[in-house]
């Protein structure tokens, strides 16, 4: 019914978005969900980007990349607001000079009224 809670083990799938061009986009609506983001450096181009699945664990969520085994990234969930941990060193592989990883934040947002387009978002 309407009034169930959400089950714990899922995220709201969707686009979340952080500050400028950064996104976290949660898919699937059984778990295990999987992710794909991406977070920029505060100047230039370079930047985070991983995909993978999300993982439950006894204190939140945790995003795990494909590739570097020993990558781990916290996920705390705020109401609306997704944020990222401080991740291990192993998660340096993902992110390019000056682009970090820890404290990333990324809100909900109902995007059917968007159009992404390769350089900008339009509402």
């Known amino acids: 019914s ?6 714990p083990d899922r ?9 400028g061009r950064d996104a976290l986009c ?17 100047k230039g181009d370079t ?7 999300i993982e439950q664990t006894p204190s939140g969520w945790q995003l795990v990349p ?4 020993g990558c781990r990234i916290p996920l705390i969930k705020e109401g609306e607001t997704l944020r990222l941990g401080n991740a291990p060193p192993d ?26 387009t390769k350089d900008a978002l339009y509402h």
């Open 2 to 7: 309407c009034s169930d809670p959400p089950a």
């Open 91 to 116: 998660c340096a592989y993902y992110c390019g000079p000056n682009a970090r990883i820890a404290g990333q934040s990324f809100a909900w947002r109902d995007t059917r009224d968007l159009i992404l």
């Open 47 to 53: 930047n985070c980007a991983a995909e993978g699945r």
């Open 66 to 69: 494909r590739g570097e085994g």
């Open 26 to 42: 949660v898919v699937g609506k059984d778990a295990p969900q999987g992710f794909q983001f991406i977070a920029f450096a505060q």
């Open 11 to 19: 995220l709201n799938p969707g686009v979340y978005f952080g500050s």
